[in-house]
């Protein structure tokens, strides 16, 4: 199947990789969802990604006969309930759903709502600074990690993809176990971006705080406990895999969690250390520090929302 139209949920940082270079190759044949004040606001104007303004196609969730051979879902893991619904008239009969999420659900709360036979699996590795409704990162470094569940090969939905993202020069990796792989971005998330988000520190503390590496290590394991308790093959060496990684991120650069608090914005709290947090009691796998960072970035939203003053 040759993918030849594209729907994109989600303009923000996760969007904005991929929606410059299939809308310069689609043209029209991209849109991206959007309705009320969202679609206003995109049409008068745009969006600007790596200081260059953008006015993408826009289709509405209830246009109906125009499905999409491609829909990517890149909208925050709160918004997902709302994206499966705004999409329903974008999936026909062969569409193909990539979502791009943080998290490790949103494949199967997909599969559920539309079939397996629609979804890929997917994770992103990409630091991008959202400032201003502006998204600026550095194409060179980010790329998109999708495939089926498992990839021994690589089957003929997988190869519909890589097409695209050839023709479009988007990075990317066909990992061979992409369910691993997933729980890798999971596990560091947990660990790296909450820890920045609580103590207000960039990717750069890393580089110099122990302390800031205790926290992100010991938050990072609980996640390795509760994938072991799943049968999933995270360990201590993807700590240690992890640690070039992190070097290679702009110091300066932070985490979608703490840019959220900044900006006064919902955070994926629930996604990160709630998920962590009800997996461990249902698989009887103590996670005090995800505990901890759930109920202290709570408190960090109700300071944000006015209900705590100071």
């Not at 066909?174 to 729980?183: A, N, S």
Request: hydrophobic share 40%.
């Amino acid at each position: 199947m040759k993918i030849e139209k594209v729907t994109l949920i989600g303009l923000g940082a996760m969007g904005a990789f991929f929606a410059p270079k299939l809308h310069e190759h689609l043209g029209d044949n991209f849109r991206v969802v959007a309705e009320g004040k969202r679609k206003e606001k995109l049409e008068t104007k745009g969006v600007t990604i790596n200081k260059r303004n953008y006015r993408l196609p826009i289709v509405t969730p209830d246009e109906t006969g125009n499905p999409a051979d491609l829909v990517i879902i890149a909208v925050k893991g709160y918004a997902l309930e709302q994206a499966i619904a705004d999409i329903r008239n974008q999936v026909g009969e062969n569409t193909l759903i990539l979502p791009v999420l943080n998290g490790v659900d949103s494949e199967e709360k997909l599969a559920a709502a539309f079939g397996e036979e629609h979804v890929l699996y997917a994770y992103m590795k990409v630091s991008i600074v959202m400032q201003n409704n502006a998204a600026n990162y550095d194409p060179t470094l980010g790329e998109v990690h999708f495939g089926e569940k498992k990839n021994e090969g690589i089957s003929r939905r997988v190869q519909s993809v890589k097409e695209l993202f050839d023709a479009c020069d988007i990075g990317y990796h066909i990992d061979e176990d992409m369910e691993l792989g997933i729980w890798f971005k999971f596990m560091c998330n947990v660990g790296q971006n909450l820890t920045c988000a609580l103590l207000g520190i960039p990717f750069g503390a890393y580089r110099v705080s122990g302390h800031a590496n205790y926290l992100r290590r010991n938050a990072m394991r609980e996640v390795i406990a509760i994938a072991q308790a799943q049968g999933i093959g995270l360990n201590d060496s993807f700590i240690e895999l992890q640690e070039e990684t992190i070097k290679k991120i702009p110091p300066h650069n932070k985490p979608s969690t703490l840019q959220d608090l900044e900006n006064k914005r919902n955070t994926e709290i629930e996604m990160f250390a709630g998920t962590v947090v009800r997996m461990g009691r249902r698989l009887e796998v103590d996670t005090p520090m995800a505990d901890f960072f759930y109920h202290a970035i709570r408190v960090l939203e109700e300071k944000n929302a006015g209900i705590i003053e100071g």
